[in-house]
């Protein structure tokens, strides 16, 4: 691998920092002649206004604000380096973000169903939401199952199931995202091995899946093997699909679990991206040519109910991943610098008090994404502090991106609120502080390490925690719950999963071993071990195999268990 | 602890609690909450990390001797799950340790847990003193049943 400069962030905040306004004479004029005798009139009570991120907020911005090189260097124009206004040169006129629902719940049947409900609404692509036990790669009948089977979504044991979930569905006609991170290698083979059985060509399926494990030890805490092991399989997935399937993303990079799990939006911001630049520094050490990969990476953000500074950070985060991509990593080709990503709406924002009043926190969380210029966006669903959103609950959500997509106009001109001192000034700000936070990555030895040392997950439980006194002691307001609130409380009809999910999850299973080849099936699962005891082989071939001769999820996991061995988090409270 | 009666229960040995995740979920951001808002208000905090079975957790509780276990989940599974930790304490017979819980928990099932033995239940939203208040008095419960 090309050195890398060890001194760049250090040299980058500098250089911002010299960029960045000094003394904003008008400003104080107005606040000292204007302002100050009007508030003293008025009698105004001081309070603190500061975002998610700790960022104190002015009560008006004005060009003083703006940087050095403001609208040439940091701005440009959209479909240009650095992206801060989009990625295309004509946004949604080009095309609309894709109205991409995450779905899944009870059985591969149970789902099908639902992608074709949503589907027959106008959804324009897919996205499958799993359950505990897949995503932590058990099977239904594992006893550490029991009770969870299609309740957080669908249950996948076996390639039977996935077929099962796409029974109808053309692979060659839809886009599908997967949210799934530990075995992601695995739902990948049996996303290969159904369109084979399709009939539909391997540079034919399109879709993403999530497979960043760096987020699961920060904030989803879904894994299943030591980091490292789990990046191996992900190096392999990466070098395969980069010669096999030039349309599947193998990695999307993803900050909405740091959010829910506690962060702020600039932690969000920066902890996201420094997993983005381990997993570009991981495949040039893979001897993939950055042009040649760095555009299959995506990211995933958070848009959470603080209006501008989500808007800000999603500019912030485009032009900090062009930046350092071409000036770090050497990227040549627009198409590496360009950050592509979906969004979904804040869950945690969302209450169980007065569950209607979700639906306007999704409203206001959407317009940041379409805002932030996201490619594709999920809408939460009023009911889900309750349960998984029922149909009713995830038509309004899919409908709230069409009135923001065709009735309100947000999505007529290219980032409306560029050149917005405030809106330059917070995204220059919260740049700053991502920065600032991969120096400190850095001087702990890089993402890796600060997980390893529980680092990031210290930072974020604080945060969060902050936020919570914050909330108990007033000074954060949510509707419903800590003013505004009413004391009783209707129950709402919510989606309730039928135990009997399971029980047919695992009589479907019992067939499917019955009907399976078991010497073929052990022989798979041999090779596969040795392969994975290889560093240099790839696993990729293996896990497809052993997937077509229907080796369950949890047999193929249980090899990679004997190899790899499990994890321990470190402590983090 | 504003309960006097509270107070010279817990006096000399604070309330001790085990918090835990019991089955497969990772959503641990509430759970950590409370770890440090237990902490603060002075009880003696025990973890038991991610994934750990229901038999561990019972396990954990009896040897600790504490007071409380609280769980938490937000996969949807509490009903299984929780009453495995209701049914293994039962087994035992141990009943001087009291069981909270909380998460996802849609509202018909709050009751059902109740009848199991499991209160609180506290869904999204829910203050930190309301449940540190509903700790406290299910611990002075429990603390009872050791002294007798």
Redesign the interface.
Known sequence: MDKVDGDYWKKKIEKLQNDNPGNNPEYSRWKESTLEPWNKKTNLQEKEYINSSDISIKELYNSGDLRKGQEETYLGSPGEYPFTRGIYPNMYRGRPWTMRMFSGFGTPGDTNSRLKYLISHGESGLSIAFD??T??G?DCDSK?????IG??GVNVSSLRDMEDIFDGIDLGKVSTSMTINAPAAVLTAMYIAVAKKQGVPLDKIAGTVQADILK?YIA???WIYPPEAHLRLIRDMMVYCTENTPKWNYISISGYHIR???SSAVQELAFTLADGFYYAEMGKKAGLDIDKFAQRLSFFFNSSINFFEEIAKLRAARRIWATVMKERYGAKSERSMMLRFHTQTSG?S????QPLNNIIRTTIEAMAAVLGGTQSLHTNSYDE????PSEEAVKIALRTQQIIDEESGMADTIDPLGGSYYMEWLTNKLEEEAYKYFDEIEKMGGILEAVKKGYIQREI?KT??RR?TR??EGKEV?V???KHAEEEEQ?IS?LK?SPKAQDDQIEKLRKVKKARNENEVKKALKDLEKAMLDEEVNVMPYIIKAVEEYATLEEISNVGRKVFGGW??PV?? | MADGKNQSLFKGRPIKILLAKP???????GI??L???F?DAGME?L?A???P?PEEVVETAVNEDVDVIALSLL???H???FKKVADFLKEKNINDISVVGGG?I???DKSKLEEMGITGNF???T???VIIDHVTKRAAEARELKML
């Open positions: 505990m036990p995503l932590y058990y550490r199952a029991d009770g969870e309740r957080c699961e989803q805490k879904e829910e799990a506690g945690y969302l209450t169980w008090q502090a309750w349960a998984l439980a969060s925690y919570q909330l108990e949510m419903g719950v800590n129950p919510y999963i321990k988090e983090i409270v | 089955g497969i979920d990772g959503h641990d951001r950590l909450v770890a440090k808002a902490r905090v973890y990390g991610l994934l079975t996969n949807g599974a009903m299984t799950v996802t849609p509202d018909p869904g999204p939203g203050t930190l003193s």
